[in-house]
């Protein structure tokens, strides 16, 4: 069976730190992977994906990720973090044999502290 | 472009009780999707429609939910009768297609609470 696992469920962070939001996946075939974020009172957002190619993928908002392919990983960064990133974050993979289904982690809290 | 929407965004029922919560996709998106978050834990995938017709329902917990999807557009998702175990956030997104090729559009959920 597929999973995700985000480890931490909340990451307090001051504004302009560097942030590092962990996803780790175990899965018999190959997947794709996602990140989206959840602000307060909004549906889930896709912020960014990566199906093939280069390994480091971004989004528009500074947003980062690599694809780790022997520690089955993609992990979320981002240099500089403002007040305005505060939201929840999910991993999700999705299984390029069944590629309309999201298996989601449990999601990160990401609270950005003045 | 209107979004997904989704309602009532919140709801309490007692144990028992019937809910029906109901989602409106994107104009022309022809998947449809139901997912719920219980307790903080992670989002999973309860099923899928693709126009009318359920393609995959295998997220479904049990036969207390039903969800219809008529005419292919908007859809609905009754629980009857709830649990407090059904408590949680039930999300509906919408797609054109392939997840990997044009991502999913959510709803912004309806919190369901069963006292």
């Known amino acids: 069976a597929q999973s995700v696992t985000q480890l931490d469920s909340q990451v307090p962070v001051f504004e302009e730190a560097p942030v590092e939001l962990r996803c780790n996946y175990s899965?018999?075939?190959?997947?794709?992977l996602f990140w989206y974020v959840q602000y307060p009172n909004q549906g889930l957002q896709l912020l960014l994906k990566?199906?093939?190619?280069?390994?480091l993928v971004e989004s528009i908002n500074g947003f980062e990720a690599e694809f780790n392919k022997s520690q089955t990983s993609f992990h979320l960064r981002k240099p500089s973090v403002h007040i305005s990133d505060t939201a929840e974050y999910f991993c999700a993979v999705s299984l390029m044999d069944s590629s309309y289904k999201l298996i989601f982690g449990s999601g990160t809290r990401l609270l950005v502290r003045p | 472009e209107a979004g997904v929407t989704q309602f009532p965004s919140h709801s309490v029922i007692e144990k028992g009780q019937t809910v029906t919560l109901r989602c409106d996709p994107i104009?022309?998106?022809?998947?449809l999707y139901w997912y719920r978050r219980v307790m903080g834990k992670e989002i999973k995938f309860l099923l899928h429609f693709v126009k009318e017709s359920k393609q995959d329902e295998s997220g479904m917990p049990n036969n207390r939910f039903l969800a219809e999807r008529t005419g292919g557009t908007y859809s609905t998702l009754k629980v009857q009768p709830a649990e407090l175990e059904d408590s949680g956030v039930y999300f509906c997104?919408?797609?054109?297609?392939?997840?990997?090729?044009?991502?999913?559009?959510f709803g912004s959920g309806t919190r369901l609470t069963v006292v």
């Open positions: 104009s022309g998106h022809d998947n």
């Open positions: 899965s018999s075939v190959s997947v794709y």
């Open positions: 997104a919408s797609s054109p297609g392939a997840v990997f090729e044009y991502g999913y559009t």
């Open positions: 990566y199906l093939s190619g280069s390994t």
